[in-house]
């Protein structure tokens, strides 16, 4: 278990410390492979793209809470894909998941002096969020780690990014009871939902898990992934009926709108399946290719049983496996980008297209 506390400067961002891998990669005589970020190059669905069209003229201001259809939309969509019934009242569009992730502390009300708990290996926002907000940060997977502690909230990140774990449903039913008796509230990043492919990733709010009773309980969501919708920035919250409530009040002072626009083409997108799992299959094969490729260069793979990454080592510092796939002009993250327990590790995206992936299996193998 280990804790940031607030003062001082923010970490660096992270991916400015790859600017002389990438330096190093681009100079490839056949150019830069960027597998260190999860970002979609994919084309965005025609129904979301008709979507935003149609719904171009928007001149007056949007609601916070979001159009009744974007709501329904979204809770058919947790329903049919997930198992999960929840009323369009107990959900948030969100200005995309980081956004949210960064600023969720701040908005729930916590401060100095209140114990934020995230995962050992934790995509970094998690941390920021918290010392944005003044409090403290502790890094622990495991509950018997936190002791006589009562953290005001708990992150789960369930496909993990980076490293494709699933958490079983035993461990977030534990997790939660564990959360209630303290009065704790715990928050599920389920942004990669979608992407199982070793495991069935399940939902904080299944009932299975929960009981059906969402108090203290939110699940965070996005389209980015799913529907190749990064550049829109469309996000959700939901769960708690009084946590939505409260953090609706707070946006409609701050301004915090997803665009009328937007609001039409996200869904759009989770009305339609289709796309999402014609998507999937690209994942697939590119995720197939990069595993061979990555263990037939002497990475052994863990985890990695779900979502946009391979998680990968060979027993080094992860910095010196980075320049390692540099020099064959591969970009990758660093394990230490997400925390001291990733120090031997690289996260791999398989986010690139189709003709990058298969130059670097080529790489690899030669």
Same mark, same amino acid.
């Given at each position: 278990?280990?804790?940031?506390?607030?003062?001082?400067? =923010?970490?660096?961002?992270?991916?400015?410390?790859?600017?002389?891998?990438? +330096?190093?990669?681009?100079?490839?005589?056949?150019?830069?492979?960027?597998?260190?970020?999860?970002?979609?190059?994919?084309?965005?669905?025609?129904?979301?793209r008709?979507?935003?069209?149609?719904?171009s003229?928007?001149?007056?201001?949007?609601?916070?809470?979001?159009?009744? +259809?974007?709501?329904?939309?979204?809770?058919?969509?947790?329903?049919?894909?997930?198992?999960?019934?929840?009323?369009?009242?107990?959900?948030?569009?969100? /200005?995309?998941?980081?956004? =949210?992730?960064?600023?969720?502390?701040t908005?729930?009300?916590?401060?100095?002096?209140?114990? =934020?708990v995230?995962?050992?290996?934790?995509?970094?926002? #998690?941390?920021?969020?918290?010392?944005?907000?003044?409090?403290?940060?502790?890094r622990?997977?495991?509950?018997?780690?936190?002791?006589?502690?009562?953290?005001?909230?708990?992150?789960?990140?369930?496909?993990?990014?980076?490293?494709?774990?699933?958490?079983?449903?035993?461990?977030?039913?534990?997790?939660?009871?564990?959360?209630?008796?303290?009065?704790? /509230?715990?928050?599920?990043?389920?942004?990669?939902?979608?992407?199982?492919?070793?495991?069935?990733?399940?939902?904080?709010?299944?009932? +299975?898990v929960?009981?059906?009773?969402?108090?203290g309980?939110?699940?965070?969501?996005?389209?980015?992934?799913?529907?190749?919708?990064?550049?829109?920035?469309a996000?959700?919250?939901?769960?708690?009926p009084?946590?939505?409530?409260?953090?609706?009040?707070?946006?409609?002072?701050?301004?915090?709108?997803?665009?009328?626009?937007?609001?039409?083409?996200?869904?759009?997108?989770?009305?339609?399946?289709?796309?999402?799992?014609?998507?999937?299959?690209? #994942?697939?094969?590119?995720? &197939?290719?990069?595993?061979?490729?990555?263990?037939?260069?002497g990475?052994?793979?863990?985890?990695?049983?779900?979502?946009? #990454?391979?998680?990968?080592?060979?027993?080094?510092?992860?910095?010196?496996?980075?320049?390692? =796939?540099?020099?064959?002009?591969?970009?990758?993250?660093?394990?230490?980008?997400?925390?001291?327990?990733?120090?031997?590790? /690289?996260?791999?995206?398989?986010?690139?297209?189709? +003709?990058?992936?298969? &130059?670097?299996?080529?790489?690899?193998? &030669?």
């Amino acid at each position: 278990m280990t804790r940031s506390t607030p003062g001082g400067r =923010l970490p660096q961002f992270p991916w400015d410390q790859l600017a002389g891998a990438a +330096e190093i990669a681009r100079a490839h005589p056949a150019g830069m492979v960027d597998l260190s970020v999860g970002t979609p190059v994919d084309r965005v669905p025609g129904p979301v793209r008709t979507a935003l069209a149609d719904a171009s003229n928007a001149p007056g201001y949007p609601t916070v809470h979001g159009t009744p +259809e974007l709501r329904l939309a979204y809770s058919r969509w947790m329903d049919r894909s997930h198992g999960v019934d929840i009323d369009p009242m107990a959900v948030l569009p969100t /200005i995309g998941s980081k956004e =949210l992730v960064a600023s969720l502390p701040t908005q729930l009300g916590f401060g100095p002096g209140d114990v =934020l708990v995230i995962p050992e290996i934790a995509y970094p926002t #998690y941390e920021v969020g918290g010392l944005m907000a003044g409090a403290t940060v502790v890094r622990a997977d495991g509950l018997t780690a936190l002791g006589p502690e009562k953290p005001a909230m708990i992150w789960l990140n369930s496909p993990s990014n980076p490293t494709g774990r699933v958490l079983p449903t035993e461990h977030l039913t534990k997790v939660i009871n564990w959360a209630r008796a303290r009065g704790t /509230i715990v928050v599920a990043d389920e942004c990669y939902i979608d992407l199982g492919w070793d495991s069935n990733p399940v939902s904080i709010l299944h009932r +299975e898990v929960c009981g059906g009773d969402f108090t203290g309980l939110l699940a965070v969501h996005s389209l980015s992934k799913r529907s190749n919708m990064a550049g829109y920035r469309a996000g959700f919250i939901s769960g708690d009926p009084a946590l939505i409530a409260g953090l609706l009040d707070l946006r409609r002072h701050l301004g915090m709108i997803l665009p009328a626009p937007i609001q039409a083409a996200a869904a759009a997108a989770l009305d339609d399946d289709g796309h999402a799992m014609a998507q999937r299959l690209r #994942y697939g094969d590119r995720r &197939s290719k990069l595993m061979e490729a990555f263990d037939d260069a002497g990475f052994t793979i863990g985890n990695s049983e779900a979502g946009l #990454y391979l998680w990968c080592t060979r027993g080094e510092p992860a910095m010196d496996s980075v320049h390692w =796939l540099a020099e064959r002009g591969i970009l990758v993250a660093p394990g230490t980008f997400y925390g001291p327990a990733g120090s031997s590790h /690289i996260r791999v995206a398989f986010t690139a297209t189709d +003709e990058r992936i298969d &130059s670097a299996v080529a790489r690899l193998s &030669s």
